[in-house]
């Protein structure tokens, strides 16, 4: 099985890779500065390196990134800085997703691939009209006047839900959302939930970075798992934070 990566090199993105890794999976990671990546990765005949920005690659170059591959994987996000949530480009969620898709549809594979884009609790699954507090909605609201970042990772999974939609020949889709994220260094227990059972703003739980990773890895590895959350927008938590 081969799987491709964007945003490898990140947090979140670097756990997933290591989990795929684990399980002798061929792994396309797509990164802009390969010099960061651990000489693990460089002296892992099963990882494919792949140095690009992935709004600068061409049409065809994307396509033939994701011909054959079985998963591709989105964990891309913005830096926490004034240039990462202010400065360009500001849909860069929204654009790799956009274009890794139609690559992928450019392929015109026997089978779907499986697309997987790390998003957040902060977004709705519209799909299901989840409810949230008065409040909550005015926070958001003003989220969406004062940082990008959230109004991408919006129009990311919009993308998938509306454009892509459940019955795609080529693409199935999940967007996974994580909590209040955090470092920690093992796998431990988690829960997945179609929708927050807390209130991402007022009330958030927490989610481990690796156990993004190791729920991500069981999707593309596991087709039962994958086909109880196909087009859904499950939610993670740490079951340690549920007690909190």
């Known amino acids: 099985m081969t799987v491709l990566v964007a945003g490898a090199s990140g ?3 670097s756990k997933l890779v290591e989990q795929l890794v684990q399980k002798d999976y061929r792994v396309r990671v797509m990164v802009r500065s390969p010099e960061k990546l651990p000489n693990s990765w460089k002296n892992n005949v099963n ?8 709004l600068e690659l061409s049409d065809e170059e994307l396509k033939n990134y994701t011909q054959n591959c079985d998963a591709v994987v989105s964990c891309l996000g913005h830096n926490l800085t004034w240039k990462g949530v202010y400065g360009q480009p500001r849909k860069l969620v929204t654009e790799a997703t956009q274009r890794l898709c139609n690559a992928i549809k450019k392929n015109n594979s026997k089978q779907s691939v499986k697309f997987i884009l790390m998003n957040t609790t902060g977004n709705r699954n519209r799909d299901i009209n ?14 969406r006047l004062i940082l990008p970042p959230h109004v991408d990772n919006e129009k990311a999974a919009d993308y998938l839900r509306t454009q892509i939609g459940q019955n795609n020949k080529s693409i199935e889709w999940v967007a996974v959302r994580p909590d209040n994220l955090i470092n920690e260094d093992k ?25 993004v990773g190791h729920f991500m890895a069981s999707l593309v590895s596991n087709d039962t798992f994958w086909n109880n959350w196909r087009g859904q927008m499950p939610v993670i938590y740490n079951t340690s934070s549920l007690t909190k």
């Open 47 to 54: 990882i494919q390196i792949i140095s690009a920005s992935i």
């Open 130 to 143: 989840e409810p949230i507090s008065f409040a909550q909605k005015l926070v958001i609201g003003l989220l």
């Open 187 to 211: 796998v431990s227990e988690y829960e997945i939930y179609p929708s927050p059972i807390r209130s991402a703003i007022f009330n958030s739980g927490q989610t481990s970075r690796i156990n």
């Open 11 to 13: 947090a979140t993105g």
